[in-house]
């Protein structure tokens, strides 16, 4: 094992070495969690993109490379004075000379605005651009201004991860009210969210605390100017280890217009995908025959990502993508291109764009509009009754599946379907990353997911559904045994808990079979000294049907137990046993809501004390110790029924224990 760990540390300080300055400091800088509750497994970050979206979560068969938000408005120009510009002509040109501000004597009410077209993104692919930031992130750390906050809240502003909403972060709002825009921070207590599994994250295209400079990172920065739309976002995502439900995550964008004074009109959403369908083990050259398509109608419109000869079938499953915004009869476009053409927005407020038709194709794109047809190829079916497009020529694919309102063009006329964010105001939508195994499993799972949304992402708890067990925690107790947890929707036939020293062979897996009602087990028989490969099964209809459930495997030990991504609520003052009756050793285990002064203590019958465990002051939380069978005196007790009784606060409880010779 510690070569292992050797070798994973030296390798990641030579990929650090190689990275150029900007990236290795952006890069330091990025929170990444992952999903791993249900069959995806799916790295998120707190820069507005996901990355390596795995499928089956337990082997290396990868369908994504990166996704990534990106949206674009129009915005009122304003000059150095902050005053609204507005175009001199009735019909203006390319000319930027030709405009006056508003309150010039030149100017009146009946003078159109000069608008401009800015559009903000996560990651853009081709030029490694990322501009929806975390508010805390490396460029504030450049500022002697606000170097004090980055300090400070740099290493909590990250992905914080809820499972059955637990722990919570802090309210999202602009302004924030505590002024560090750090809503990451775990809070008492658990928040409403859908998802069994809730990933949060938060990002501005922006910086919240005023300072200035240009927003944005990568590798291509110093060729790339971006002028921000005041974009507050917060990002959940969802994913679920229930039948049905275990293979999509579903990401819930809010987005906040946080200007005082401007609208941000038109608004127009869009998700970048660069889906990489490559089985375990053959590497990054294995993408280079995806094919793309997209399939419209109602229930439908979403686009997807294949292997064109499936691997010869190692690469069976297909990744998609839909875009959900309720209450809005919204456009839809879908492009794709080569690697090495995507759109480019470097200054989007200059008027000098040869050869290019528009300084910000990203925006012509998210619009609906080709600005270079040599480049860029539509992915939806743009004919009558085609419902159904594949890229004709394999390679290696990305696309940009967009949803824009209707724009004020004589093409598209429609005043009442426009989205406008004025000052202070926020929407929300959906974004649903989901696999299947062929278009027909696809266009299933498409309608599915618009009936779950529409219902409001509610689980039918009287489905009977299948779950995969979720291995919740894994505690070293008195340093002796270790309590393995799980969470499961529903009770298989029975449960497995399934161990073995690390970097045994298989033929070493120990098996414990549990009931179907159980959520917790002890491990006795662990030795200190080594590592552990953890994981538990659930097993449904035993026999010519089973279904066989694995979680993913934890890696542990009794002196390195690892460290806990959350806790499920709610903390009680809980008792247990076990095993209960005994012969020789019982643990005893207890969980402390608050800290305080704590007792635990062992009667006879007769109300005498037997032995006392505890008396001192202990930290909330789980707590337990090892009782031998003997008295104060190190004597043996003799079989029979003992009491035992815990104390803590204003609250005690008292235990039944039955000694076996």
Not at 158 to 165: A, E, F, N, Q, Y
Request: aromatic fraction near 12%; charged fraction near 20%.
């Amino acid at each position: 094992m510690k070569n292992l760990l050797t070798l994973i540390l030296a390798v990641s300080c030579a990929l650090l070495a190689a990275l150029p300055a900007d990236l290795e400091s952006s890069f330091r800088a990025l929170s990444n969690e992952n999903h791993s509750a249900g069959n995806i497994r799916l790295q998120t970050s707190n820069y507005g993109n996901c990355r390596e979206l795995f499928y089956p979560s337990q082997n290396e068969d990868q369908l994504l490379y990166v996704s990534s938000l990106w949206v674009s408005a129009k915005l009122q120009r304003r000059d150095a004075e902050g005053r609204r510009l507005f175009w001199l002509a009735q019909n203006p040109s390319a000319d930027s000379s030709g405009t006056t501000h508003e309150g010039a004597p030149d100017w009146n009410p009946g003078l159109k605005a000069v608008l401009d077209t800015l559009t903000s993104v996560g990651f853009d692919g081709d030029m490694d651009l990322y501009e929806l930031l975390p508010a805390h992130n490396p460029l504030l750390a450049g500022n002697a201004e606000a170097a004090d906050l980055y300090n400070q809240y740099n290493a909590r502003d990250l992905v914080l991860k809820s499972i059955l909403g637990y722990p919570a972060p802090r309210e999202f709002a602009f302004p924030d009210p505590l002024g560090n825009y750090c809503f990451s921070d775990p809070q008492p207590g658990s928040f409403a969210t859908p998802g069994f599994e809730t990933l949060s994250a938060y990002f501005y295209d922006f910086c919240p605390f005023g300072t200035v400079g240009d927003r944005d990172l990568g590798s291509s920065h110093a060729l790339n100017t971006h002028y921000p739309l005041g974009l507050a976002i917060h990002r959940e995502s969802y994913a679920w280890n229930l039948q049905n439900h275990d293979k999509m995550v579903i990401f819930k964008y809010t987005l906040i217009n946080t200007s005082e004074r401007d609208t941000l009109f038109d608004l127009a959403i869009a998700e970048y995908v660069d889906g990489d369908v490559i089985p375990g083990g053959m590497g990054i050259q294995g993408a280079s025959d995806d094919v793309s398509g997209y399939v419209k109608g109602p229930g439908y419109e979403f686009a997807y990502t294949r292997d064109a000869d499936g691997d010869g079938g190692l690469s069976p499953n297909w990744l998609a993508h839909k875009i959900v915004l309720p209450e809005l009869a919204a456009r839809r476009h879908c492009w794709y291109w080569r690697v090495g053409d995507g759109p480019g927005d470097s200054n989007p407020l200059s008027f000098n764009f040869a050869p290019r038709r528009t300084a910000n194709e990203k925006h012509w794109l998210m619009t609906g509009r080709n600005p270079n047809p040599t480049k860029f190829q539509p992915l939806r079916p743009e004919e009558e009754g085609m419902w159904e497009y594949e890229q004709p020529q394999p390679n290696d694919t990305r696309f940009l599946h967009t949803l824009y309102s209707s724009q004020p063009t004589e093409a598209d006329p429609d005043p009442e379907n426009r989205l406008h964010m004025t000052p202070g105001a926020s929407f929300s939508f959906y974004s649903v990353l989901f696999v299947g195994d062929g278009i027909d499993d696809l266009k299933a799972r498409s309608l599915a997911i618009e009936n779950f949304l529409a219902g409001g992402l509610q689980i039918d708890p009287s489905a009977d559904l299948t779950c995969i067990p979720y291995l919740s925690g894994f505690a070293a107790l008195d340093g002796q045994v270790a309590k393995v947890d799980w969470h499961s929707y529903t009770d298989p036939a029975r449960f497995e808990v399934i161990y073995k020293p690390f970097d045994a062979p298989a033929a070493e897996w120990r098996t414990q079979a549990l009931p179907g009602s159980a959520r917790s087990f002890h491990l006795w028989d662990l030795d200190p000294q080594i590592w552990y490969q953890v994981k538990v099964a659930a097993v449904y209809n035993p026999g010519p049907s089973e279904v066989y459930l694995e979680s993913e495997t934890l890696l542990a030990s009794l002196d390195h137990p690892p460290e806990p991504s959350y806790q499920i609520p709610p903390f009680q003052l809980g008792l247990t046993a076990f095993p209960n009756p005994f012969r020789g050793r019982v643990l005893l285990s207890f969980t402390l809501k608050d800290p305080g002064q704590t007792s635990l203590k062992i009667y006879n019958l007769r109300g005498q004390m037997v032995r006392e465990l505890i008396d001192e002051d202990l930290a909330a939380g789980q707590q337990a110790r090892i009782w031998d069978g003997r008295d104060s005196n190190a004597n043996p007790c003799a079989a029979g029924i003992y009491l035992l009784k815990l104390h803590s606060g204003s609250r005690s409880l008292t235990r039944k224990l039955i000694l076996l010779n």
